[in-house]
Nanobody, 127 residues
Framework: QVQLVESGGGSVQAGGSLRLSCATS????????MGWFRQAPGKEREGVAV????????YYAGSVKGRFTISQDNAKNAMYLQMNNLKPEDTAMYYC????????????????????RGQGTQVTVSS
C-alpha cells in the first residue's frame, strides 16, 4: 500500500504563491507516476500536473502551465506543487495522487484515476 498526505494549502491574494507538499509512505518504490488534481465547489475534478518518477518528465494543464511547477524529492519521498501568480479560479481542494504504472500516461487527466490519493488540502485565492 501507498499512503499520501498533502500539506501547504491556505489562503492567499491573487498574484501570490503557495507550495503544496505531498508526503508519501509505504511501498513508494513501486510508484511510477504522481500528480495533482483539484476540485472546486460545483465543478468537475481537473487534472493539474503529472510527473513520472523515473526520468522526471512533467505535464501540465493549459490553465496552469507557466505558473505551476511539479517536482519530486526521492530522498524525502515527497512531491511538490509550486504555485505562482495564483488566480481566484485556482481556488479548489487540491489532491495528490500516485499510481504504480497501469494508469500512467502523458495526460494530466489521468491523475484523476490514479490508484492512490490523499485527503486533499484547500487552496483559496481572493481577488
Amino acid at each position: 500500500q501507498v499512503q499520501l498526505v498533502e500539506s501547504g494549502g491556505g489562503s492567499v491574494q491573487a498574484g501570490g504563491s503557495l507550495r503544496l507538499s505531498c508526503a508519501t509512505s509505504g511501498f513508494t518504490y513501486s510508484i511510477k507516476c504522481m500528480g495533482w488534481f483539484r476540485q472546486a465547489p460545483g465543478k468537475e475534478r481537473e487534472g493539474v500536473a503529472v510527473i513520472y518518477t523515473l526520468g522526471g518528465n512533467t505535464y501540465y494543464a493549459g490553465s496552469v502551465k507557466g505558473r505551476f511547477t511539479i517536482s519530486q524529492d526521492n530522498a524525502k519521498n515527497a512531491m511538490y506543487l509550486q504555485m505562482n501568480n495564483l488566480k481566484p479560479e485556482d481556488t479548489a481542494m487540491y489532491y495528490c495522487a500516485a499510481d504504480r504504472g497501469p494508469l500512467c500516461s502523458p495526460s494530466v487527466a489521468a491523475a484523476l484515476w490514479y490508484h492512490y490519493r490523499g485527503q486533499g488540502t484547500q487552496v483559496t485565492v481572493s481577488s
